[in-house]
């Protein structure tokens, strides 16, 4: 059964303050060559473009929890069935009014029942158990959870050509949880939603970045430290996953997305020097991201946290956007010079703060940091309205549904 | 060469992350029959103090800050099994984990690294940690103060739960909370004895804790 808007009673359309009907439809509209209203697809696209749309776009990625927060779906089948996740991508945009869709996951087994050997519940929500003899706990407001001890990391020192993967099968998306790339449909999804809503809207696809993959090699910590121990092997480790994770983006770009996010949530003052990241991330970040733009698609990328001090490698790296660019205390970016440095180089994607201000703002601090920042952003052109990091898996619905009337009101 | 100056060497092997270096020094500085606890305070955590200060001021990253507790641990090998019945006092204890539901525990880490760094001894109970598990860890280890930490915003919620169950358990021991979307707000409605914004704060919160436990 398809997942309906139905399913959620009326989104709320609150009003803030002394707003009213006619300030929401008074843009100043830039028309299409056809004279009509740009679409939210080339709305994204033309600040994407770095060019000044009808108004600033609004386009946030959402944590999983989230997702599941506000759809009425089992958590197993959100994260295992590629249908329902596309469903639930569908229906979260409609009930935001986002300009475009970030599909975060990709590569979904359509045949991924069978792998389930046993289903119960507990306390903290659903038990998977798996063929491969994992178990996982799905909760209703975060990832899953990958029960029992991690297998143990290679050694910088024991890893071999052979050891390292020949094919992408498989995304880190969180510390010891995998999401395995079924090779006969690594699209499947993305196909989906491109043919459902790809006209009307812009729909990101997402890609991993080497280092992070270097990074669930070898564990967090050890990874880092190899940075210093070994930084020819550590660069022969990211060139390997940079010639997948290319391949894999390349690929990625034929099923018609019109930008690809690369997420790299370890490469911020957080975890390594400007320096580290001029010799270990910007050279094989680039790289993707040069081949992306060969295929005519925006890329974008996302670093948390403190990225302040390397915007300017950020941008020289070929990419056509940033985004995130938490502002302080999660972060240390301010809007207004994040856009002074991009400079018309690229586009920025963010930054509202998803927990201080989105989760545990009230409706005014975000009407108000929303405010600022549009007015930045649309002042320089080349802007897309987004929360910094994901949206919270706890912040409420009509939180997230001020940006849209913010972006209606001040775009 | 003078004791001092072999302090030095040891201290700097270890800003530099020189582990085998380290071990080695170590051991030689046994031989010479220095007392275990005055290769610590005069060599291990004076280096690991400069690293503290320098990961506070974005001099060096975590990279850096890994290979020098590295050092530190090669060093403490050695001298630990010979510290037992010495008499040498740590600065205190403290008891850390990564709150229930939530398994990242780099941010943990760090600050377990920089308070040995500093002196003090950490019992590391890992990830997914219940109130109970904190209970039964402050029963056993009798800890000078408590870390919790968590990565997610819906798992930092869980702990106010933590604190409240070892508030009502008799635990009058400082509580304090960490990290990425923690903030001192939300510390003081839970009822945390406080926050830092990264590793070298938070030693210098537990130490300021501690200090004013001595006082009362």
Redesign the interface.
Known sequence: MPLQIQDFGSVCCKRYGMLVQSELTNNKSQMTNEGRPLNSKERVKAAMDIRTPDRVPLMCQMSIGHMLQQLPVSPVEFWFDGDTFAEGLLLLREIYGFDGILISLHGHDPNWRNQIVERSNSEDGEVVRLKDGATMIFGNDDLPQVVGQEAPKLRLTEINSEDLPTSLDYIPVSQGLHFRIDPRNKFGVINTIVQKAGKEFSIHGEITSPFDYFLDLLGHQDGLMALIDDPEKSKEILEHFTRLIEKLAVEMCDTGIDAIKVSSPFAGAGFISPDFYEEFIAPFEGRISQSIRKKNVHVYLHTCGAVGDRLEMMFASGASGIECLDPPPLGNVELDHAMQVASRKGFVKGNVDSVNTLLLGTDGDIMSDAKSRIEIGKKAGGFILSTACSIAPRVKREKVLLLKEAVERWG | MGIDKEFVMLADAVIA?KHIEAGDLTSKLIDESVPPGEILENGLLPGMDVVGKRFRD?Q?????V??SA?AMKASMKILEPLMVGSGHKMKGTALLGTVK?D????GK?IVSIMLQGNGYTVIDLGT?CTAEKFLSGAGQHHPDVIGLSAL????MVYMKTIIDFLRSQQVSIPIIVGG??V?Q??ADEIGANGTA?NAAEAVELITKLMSERKEN
């Open positions: 992350g974005n060096i990253f975590l990279p850096q890994l290979i590295r539901g398994v990242h525990d780099i880490n997914d997610l915003t819906t798992t990425a979307p903030n707000k939300f914004r």
